[in-house]
Nanobody
Framework: QVQLVESGGGSVQPGGSLRLSCATS???????MAWFRQGPGKEREGVAA????????YYADSVKGRFTISRDTAKATVYLQMNGLKPEDTAMYYC???????????????????WGQGTQVTVSS
């Protein structure tokens, strides 16, 4: 089992930026890393994912052009840079790790084996 610890959440005004970090206990055990979010009264949804070996990235349409997922293998950390934040981005953000995901199912919760506890992001004026 991979341990995941998120950090970097907080409160920002619309248009602001935040960078979330996800520290993993063993990046070598995961081929895909992803960020999901769950807003108030909403189901958890996939936001972005990265294929660790090749750095191929995937994004939900709602965040394309605003969010960037990246990884630092040496630090065993995955990041989510969030720019141009909107009130609808308000959610609990979760880091997830998969040992057998492929690009076609990156947005599905069932594709991931391990989850972090989440970090809250609030966007309001």
């Amino acid at each position: 089992q991979v341990q995941l610890v998120e950090s970097g959440g907080g409160s920002v005004q619309p248009g602001g930026s935040l960078r979330l970090s996800c520290a993993t206990s063993d990046v070598a055990k995961s081929n895909f890393m992803a960020w999901f979010r769950q807003g108030p009264g909403k189901e958890r949804e996939g936001v972005a994912a990265i294929y660790v070996s090749w750095s191929t990235t995937y994004y939900a349409d709602s965040v394309k052009g605003r969010f960037t997922i990246s990884r630092d293998t040496a630090k065993a950390t995955v990041y989510l840079q969030m720019n141009g934040l909107k009130p609808e981005d308000t959610a609990m953000y979760y880091c997830a790790a998969s040992r057998g995901c492929d690009g076609r199912t990156w947005y599905r919760e069932a594709a991931y084996n391990d989850w972090g506890q989440g970090t809250q992001v609030t966007v309001s004026s």
